[in-house]
C-alpha cells in the first residue's frame, strides 16, 4: 500500500508561483506513473499533469502547459509540481496520484492511489 502526502500549497498573489511536493511512504512509487489533479470549487477533479515510472516521459493539462513543471526523485520517493506564473483559475484542490500504467494518465479512474489534497489559492 503506498500513501501519499501533499505539502507546499497556500496562497499566493497572480503571477506568482508555489512547488508542491507529494512524498510516498509504505513502498517505493519508482514502479508508478505519478499524476496531479485538481478540484476547484464546484467542479469537478480535472488532470494536471503526470510523469512516467522513470520520469523520462511528461503529460501536461492544456491550461498549465508552459507554467508547471512534474518531476520526480525516485530515490526519495517524492513528486513535484513546480506551478509558475499562477492564475486566479489556478485556485483549487491539488491531489497527487499513483497508478500502475493502465493505457493512458489523463482519467482519474486509472490512479489507484491517492492523497488527501492541499489547497492553492491564487489571488487577483
Known amino acids: 500500500q503506498v500513501h501519499l502526502l501533499e505539502s507546499g500549497g497556500g496562497l499566493v498573489q497572480a503571477g506568482g508561483s508555489l512547488r508542491l511536493s507529494c512524498a510516498a511512504s509504505?513502498?517505493?512509487?519508482?514502479?508508478?506513473?505519478m499524476g496531479w489533479f485538481r478540484q476547484a470549487p464546484g467542479k469537478e477533479r480535472a488532470f494536471v499533469a503526470a510523469?512516467?515510472?522513470?520520469?523520462?516521459?511528461?503529460f501536461y493539462a492544456d491550461s498549465v502547459k508552459g507554467r508547471f513543471t512534474i518531476s520526480r526523485d525516485n530515490a526519495k520517493n517524492t513528486v513535484s509540481l513546480q506551478m509558475n506564473s499562477l492564475k486566479p483559475e489556478d485556485t483549487a484542490v491539488y491531489f497527487c496520484a499513483g497508478q500502475y500504467y493502465a493505457g493512458t494518465v489523463y482519467d482519474e479512474k486509472k490512479y489507484n492511489y491517492w492523497g488527501q489534497g492541499t489547497q492553492v489559492t491564487v489571488s487577483s
Open positions: 510523469i512516467s515510472w522513470n520520469g523520462g516521459t511528461t
Open positions: 509504505g513502498r517505493t512509487i519508482s514502479d508508478l506513473h
